[in-house]
């Protein structure tokens, strides 16, 4: 069906290398860091400091929080992997993207958008906010990937080519050689 063929149409590997370039000035907050960051946060508030420091820009991941992000307009660039086992917890996730006007692409490997946050695998991931100095890349990024997934609806509509298994492939062999048998 082409629900699931559209994951057969990946991001080509220039976009795919301008992608982790942007993904890559992102890493994870560290739990360090964070625990840090809290605590200075926590001692600002008890001496009735204003707090001036703000989160870092990170990436957002995972089904549940991508989802949310797009339904509140808020993600800027969301990722989707192919390779998503089973396809269906991801396949309803290009049409609500095309729905709500979010630029998505979607790229071959779980595992690689998995090092970008810190985990071994991740289904999605979500840009909600960039660096002025990564602006210009983003804005590169979301009118290719608007041009080759959101806007191109033959990807939406076109049917996959029928694969037959390995047994079918035996048994026709067979009937096949059978029948050539019969025919000398």
Aim: aromatic share 6%; hydrophobic share 40%; with cysteine.
């Amino acid at each position: 069906p082409p629900l699931l063929n559209q994951f057969t149409h990946t991001a080509d590997a220039n976009q795919t290398k301008n992608l982790w370039r942007l993904l890559d000035n992102y890493p994870p907050e560290k739990p360090a860091e964070k625990r840090a960051r809290l605590a200075k946060a926590a001692q600002d508030k008890v001496d009735g400091k204003a707090n001036k420091g703000k989160k870092p820009t990170m990436l957002k991941f995972g089904l549940n929080q991508v989802t949310t992000l797009v339904e509140n307009n808020q993600a800027r660039l969301v990722v989707i992997a192919a390779n998503v086992d089973p396809l269906e917890l991801v396949c309803w996730l290009p049409a609500l993207c095309r729905e709500k006007e979010v630029p998505f692409c979607i790229v071959k490997s779980q595992s690689q958008l998995g090092r970008f946050v810190g985990l071994k695998k991740t289904t999605c991931i979500a840009v909600t906010d960039v660096d002025n100095s990564d602006k210009h890349n983003l804005e590169k990024l979301q009118e290719n990937f608007r041009s080759q997934f959101n806007n191109n609806m033959a990807i939406a509509r076109t049917y996959g080519k029928m694969v037959m298994g390995i047994k079918f492939k035996h048994k026709q062999a067979k009937i096949d050689k059978a029948n050539e048998e019969e025919v000398m």
